[in-house]
């Protein structure tokens, strides 16, 4: 079955220390997207990639950092710059980037991170 | 600039018809999207508008007025599995983006 898959499902961070959460896609988009969602509030954009080895700083990309090495992988290192990283993201992907045409984002089942 | 409005919860009882509002301002409109969110869950797709009208898809119809920057998402016999967040998403022209909602919390009632 093709779709996203986003790992761990929970995670947990200590002070001062960097995690990655894990993107994973099988359905040859050349898109990829990394949210943020933090209770009562929209999806805000952290990262993007609109192709393999290509990506762009989001809306919030501070305290965070990508890479985008393999068309079906777009990790997300939380840094221990961002001093308020307790929330649900989200990964998605598309065929290719931008709205035009409905162009879908399909979502991963999304990585809630807490600070212990 | 961009803004998204939604109201932030609404209650509606099972068998009823339920329709959310979306009103935005954007610089530059290249479309809107409907998402559907149960809570923890992945966001999933639901419509998509570019044209002025009305879409119809099963018990669910989306609405876009371009003109007045108005949205809506019809949801009619409503189900108990209804119950989520309804995304609001708008297409961006001058950077491609899509920029969503904050969205709308649906309680069915049974």
């Known amino acids: 079955d093709g779709g996203i898959t986003q790992s761990p499902k929970y995670l947990f961070r200590k002070e001062g220390q960097n995690v990655t959460l894990s993107c994973e896609q099988n359905?040859?988009?050349?898109?990829m997207y990394w949210y943020r969602q933090d209770p009562g509030q929209g999806l805000r954009l952290i990262y993007y990639?609109?192709?393999?080895?290509?990506?762009q700083k989001g809306d919030i990309a501070e305290g965070y950092s990508v890479s985008r090495e393999k068309k079906e992988s777009f990790p997300l290192t939380v840094t221990s710059a961002q001093k308020n990283p307790t929330a649900f993201y989200l990964c998605?992907?598309?065929?290719?980037?931008?709205?035009?045409?409905?162009?879908?984002?399909?979502f991963g089942a999304g990585t809630r991170l807490s600070v212990l | 600039g961009q803004n998204i409005d939604q109201p932030t919860e609404m209650t509606a009882t099972e068998g009823a018809i339920v329709q959310i509002n979306c009103t935005y301002q954007?610089?530059?409109?290249?479309?809107l999207f409907w998402y559907q969110q149960h809570a923890g869950e992945a966001p999933t797709f639901l419509s998509y508008?570019?044209?002025?009208g009305l879409e119809e898809k099963g018990r669910f119809s989306s609405f876009l007025s371009r003109s007045k920057g108005y949205s809506y998402l019809l949801l009619k016999e409503l189900q108990m599995k209804d119950s989520a967040s309804y995304l609001c998403?708008?297409?961006?022209?001058?950077?491609?983006?899509?920029?969503f909602g904050k969205g709308t919390r649906l309680h069915i009632l049974p």
């Open positions: 998605a992907s598309s065929i290719d980037w931008g709205p035009s045409g409905g162009n879908i984002q399909y």
């Open positions: 359905l040859n988009h050349d898109a």
């Open positions: 990639s609109q192709i393999v080895n290509d990506f």
């Open positions: 954007t610089s530059g409109f290249n479309g």
């Open positions: 508008n570019v044209l002025d």
């Open positions: 998403a708008v297409g961006r022209n001058r950077d491609d983006k899509i920029i």
